[in-house]
Each structure stands twice: as structure tokens, then as C-alpha cells.
């Protein structure tokens, strides 16, 4: 049964000191709210208990971002929009950056705040991992006065945090010192955006001569409450990375996590899934492919516009390298390809066309003039295969390339790299046979593809 607005009262205080005076007055009878992107779910579905609403959205004391010498504070109501836009936060937090970008669509990312993402106490929050491998600190504030907790134990249960009836997080505190740190993310999910975690890792780690020196991990959606493996950083801490000593963590991480079986996955694939995400981290540290390249440091420092022409040739979308170097600092190559994966979903029917436009028809070894001379270059090296066909294959990819434009009025896109004249006839004989919308999602699948192996051939050279 959906909810009935009738039944609901809703307040909106201009300022904190009247916010709390109202939860003093009445403890535990008003419940605040801010984005209300997970309330507002509730709501639609008639499972909000609560009757008595505050409205925290845009107080001016939960809305900013403090930069002190030794850490941060950020506004319990800042969005995680907030957090993207925020260069220090970019640069010395690219866990919680990562997690901001992860959490549902633009819109969810514009409301939804990391004070209430906390509050709302899902295991399966993006960004819980994160704070609590940055050790973050909460500053809690009621009419009795202020508190300052450790962050790793706020949770005390599924969806039960120690935070009072009369109190408010204001301030997300994160200290300044894992500049020289490792930072290593990786989300599982049904699908790279907009789906809930079915297994969520956030590491850092520091090694010296091989040895590690400190390695700090934290893990969401295998347990009723986020948590540090504290087991398992104890047998790596000092230790050589070497495959018995990975295979090791492997066993200690599946012994203490605590998965259940649910609508999402299962607790044998929970375990194994972040058993593997383990071992992924401390793997990363010898090999080079996972470090910052040069040519990355080297555009994460550039002017916009210049970052975003630069970059362009790997997709061929304005709107796509506009937003990539907005999202700049990008540590390494894996949060470069998962944050392109992510903006390419995010754009319009019309930028997906533009992409397309900008590669030459299979057979075809010239560019249109439009596209940039990089990416000319590495669409013939993709044709490879094709371009040592024999003639009649290259005559029959004429003709299917004519009868698709003319069913779909645009080229037909395939990542064809690795791929023969053969293989790639029989993949466009088949996309033939598809209506409108599966053919666009079918290329815009391959254009996503096309864009990771050039983005990671771009950060190599």
C-alpha cells in the first residue's frame, strides 16, 4: 500500500540550533531527513514508520568542507556531487570519490548525502568501506553540546548506529595522511552503475622493499554492518607480498566475514567474490600496469579544455572527455576505465551518435575529416585482421555495411580489434536482425568497449 501525504508532517527549520532544539523537545518523534533519496523509497512503498519529518536539506552548517592542516571536515550535508567537485577531497580521498561516483544515478548523486548515507546504515553503502580505511571521526551535535566518536564503531548492528535521538552528524572528519598510500576500490554489482553492491572492497596499503608496511581494508554487503578485516591486515602487516602469503588472506578473509544468502547473491559467492578482491589489492602491488602512468599524472595536471581535447580521440564524444576531465584527479587505470564506463552510460542518445561518427566503416581504412588524427590512427590498427581479407569477404562487408546504414541510418560499430573480416561479417549479419533500441544499446556497448582498450593504449604511450 503506498504511502498517503495526509499522514505525514513535515517540517524545514532554517538553521541547526532550531533543528536541534526541535529533536530535544520531542526525542526520537521526529526523524531527519536530507536528500531522502532511501526515505523517499520507503515512503512510495508505505514502509515509513515514522509520521514526524525534519527537513536538514541545505542548512548552511551541514553544507560545507572544511580544509584544516591535519584533516578534513566534511558537512554531513554535503552531496556526493559535493564530494566529486571538491579537488582535495579528489586528490587525497579517491576511495570516497570513487564511492560518491558509484552511488546511484545524477540525480541520486546530487541529493543524497554522506551524513544520511551513514545514518541509513546499509551495509551495502558505497562509501562506509571507505571512511572507515580513512579512519574517519564523526562529530555528533545535540542541545547537551558536541562529540567526537571513531567512526569504526558507529555501527552497532543491522541498520543501528550509537547516534542519539537528539543528535545530528555535522561534520565527517577524514585526517590528511595516506598521500603515500596505495588506494584500491572495487565495487560488485549486478551491473557497473545504479545497482546495489553484492560485494564492496576500499584498501590502502604501503609497502617498502616489498615488505607491508601498513594495509588497511574494509569490506560492505558480507556482514549486517560495514567492517575493517582487521584478522586479515594483521596477518599481511609486515609481511613480503608472495602467492602464500596472498593465498593466506584469501583463507583469513573467508573466515571472517559473515555473508548471507539474499535476493542479490549468495554467501559461497560473497565469500569468494571478496576473498578474490583481496587478493586483487595485494597483487596490484607488483604489477605495473596498476600504477599511475606518466601520461596520467601528466593530464590529471592539464587545463580542462585541454585535458578534454586530449582525450577525446579514445571515444569521440565531446560531452564524454568534457566530463572525464571534470572528474580528474583519476589515480590509475582501473579507476580511469571504471569512471569512463560510467559517464559513457550517463550520456545522451545524441552523444552516443557523435562517438559513432567519428570511426570509418569496417573494410574502410580512411576516417571521416571530423575525427582526430590519434584516433584515424588507432581505428586502422583495430582493422588490422580486416584489411588482410580476401576480396569478396571485403566485398560482402560493403554491401552489409550499405543494408545497415540504411536500416539504421548511422555506421554499424563494432570493437574490431583482434577480430577477422570473417568474425565481424557474421556479428553484422546478426545485428541485422535486431529492432531500433537493441541495436543502440548493442553499439553503444561496443563504442564502450573501443574506448577501454584506447584509454588504456593512451595511458601506455
Not at 523509497?41 to 552548517?61: M, T
Not at 603515500?180 to 572492497?201: E, M, W
Not at 559461497?268 to 596520467?296: C, D, I, M, P, Q
Request: glycine share 6%.
Amino acid at each position: 500500500m503506498r504511502s498517503h501525504p495526509a499522514d505525514y508532517e513535515l517540517v524545514a527549520p532554517s538553521n541547526l540550533p532550531s533543528v536541534l532544539s526541535l529533536l530535544a523537545q520531542e526525542p526520537g518523534a521526529w526523524l531527519p531527513i536530507a536528500g531522502g533519496t532511501d526515505l523517499m523509497v520507503q515512503y512510495a512503498a508505505g514502509h515509513l514508520a515514522a509520521r514526524k519529518l525534519v527537513s536538514i536539506w541545505n542548512l548552511p552548517e551541514l553544507r560545507r568542507i572544511e580544509i584544516l592542516p591535519g584533516e578534513i571536515r566534511v558537512g554531513a550535508g554535503c552531496t556526493y556531487t559535493d564530494l566529486v567537485q571538491n579537488a582535495v577531497v579528489n586528490r587525497e580521498f579517491p576511495l570516497l570519490t570513487s564511492a560518491a561516483r558509484w552511488t546511484g544515478g545524477v540525480a541520486n548523486q546530487s541529493r543524497g548525502t554522506l551524513g544520511g548515507n551513514i545514518v541509513n546504515a546499509s551495509p551495502a553503502a558505497d562509501s562506509l568501506p571507505a571512511l572507515l580505511v580513512y579512519g574517519a571521526e564523526l562529530i555528533l551535535v545535540s542541545l547537551r553540546g558536541e562529540r567526537r566518536v571513531n567512526y569504526e564503531n558507529f555501527h552497532t548492528g543491522y541498520r543501528k548506529t550509537r547516534c542519539a535521538a537528539d543528535e545530528v552528524i555535522q561534520f565527517i572528519c577524514l585526517p590528511r595522511r595516506f598521500s603515500d598510500y596505495r588506494a584500491h576500490t572495487r565495487k560488485i554489482g549486478a551491473r557497473n552503475a545504479q545497482a546495489i553492491s553484492k560485494v564492496c572492497l576500499a584498501a590502502l596499503g604501503r609497502v617498502a622493499g616489498g615488505v607491508i608496511e601498513d594495509i588497511r581494508m574494509a569490506v560492505g554487503s558480507v556482514a549486517p554492518i560495514p567492517f575493517r578485516l582487521t584478522e586479515t591486515e594483521k596477518i599481511l602487516r609486515g609481511k613480503r607480498i608472495d602467492p602464500e602469503r596472498i593465498l593466506l588472506a584469501k583463507k583469513t578473509v573467508a573466515r571472517e566475514i559473515q555473508p548471507i544468502d539474499d535476493i542479490r547473491s549468495s554467501a559461497r559467492y560473497r565469500r569468494a567474490v571478496t576473498a578474490n578482491l583481496v587478493a586483487e589489492f595485494l597483487s596490484s602491488f607488483n604489477a605495473a600496469g596498476n600504477k599511475t602512468s606518466s601520461a596520467l599524472a601528466r593530464w590529471n595536471t592539464l587545463p580542462p579544455e585541454q585535458a578534454a581535447l586530449e582525450i577525446l580521440p579514445c571515444c569521440g564524444s565531446n560531452s564524454w572527455a568534457r566530463q572525464m576531465a571534470a572528474l580528474r584527479p583519476i589515480e590509475d587505470e582501473d579507476s580511469l576505465l571504471a569512471v569512463s564506463d560510467k559517464t559513457w552510460r550517463s550520456l545522451t542518445e545524441a552523444d552516443w551518435m557523435e562517438a559513432f561518427a567519428h570511426h570509418p566503416r569496417i573494410g574502410h581504412s580512411v576516417a571521416p575529416s571530423t575525427a582526430p588524427a590519434r584516433s584515424a590512427q588507432w581505428s586502422s590498427e583495430e582493422q588490422q585482421k580486416v584489411g588482410a581479407a580476401e576480396g569478396n569477404v571485403l566485398d560482402e562487408l560493403a554491401e552489409g555495411n550499405r543494408a545497415y546504414e540504411q536500416r539504421f541510418n548511422r555506421i554499424f560499430i563494432v570493437c574490431a580489434a583482434g577480430k577477422s573480416a570473417h568474425a565481424i561479417l557474421d556479428i553484422l549479419r546478426r545485428r541485422l536482425r535486431n529492432d531500433e533500441q537493441t541495436e543502440l544499446q548493442e553499439s553503444a556497448e561496443q563504442q564502450r568497449q573501443i574506448a577501454s582498450l584506447r584509454l588504456k593504449k593512451w595511458i601506455s604511450e
